[in-house]
């Protein structure tokens, strides 16, 4: 089923913070896996700029990854510890 047409996309999400230097690495090393792997993926960046946006977001530092809305390291998706200065 590798590419298939009936295949959904995923969506990925990053959010990161002004200056973030490993934003840039990050989502291209998320297009090659994709690539890799054989999944369609939609990916859109989300720039953090506050700590209301960063509980909303559950933005746990810069860059975090979301598939399909949920944190890609299930460790963390309870964590409390939002990472926005």
Not at 8 to 18: F, G, I, P, W
Not at 52 to 78: C, H, I, K, N
Request: with cysteine; net charge negative; hydrophobic share 40%.
């Amino acid at each position: 089923m590798k590419g298939s047409a009936k295949s959904k996309a995923v969506h990925v999400q990053v959010l990161y913070t002004e200056g973030c230097a490993n934003t840039p690495a990050t989502i291209e090393l998320i297009r090659e896996v994709a690539e890799t792997i054989g999944i369609q993926i939609q990916t859109s960046k989300r720039l953090i700029e506050t700590a209301r946006q960063a509980e909303e977001m559950r933005f746990l530092g810069s860059p975090t990854v979301l598939v399909d809305d949920l944190d890609m390291d299930p460790a963390v998706r309870e964590s409390v510890s939002y990472g926005f200065m």
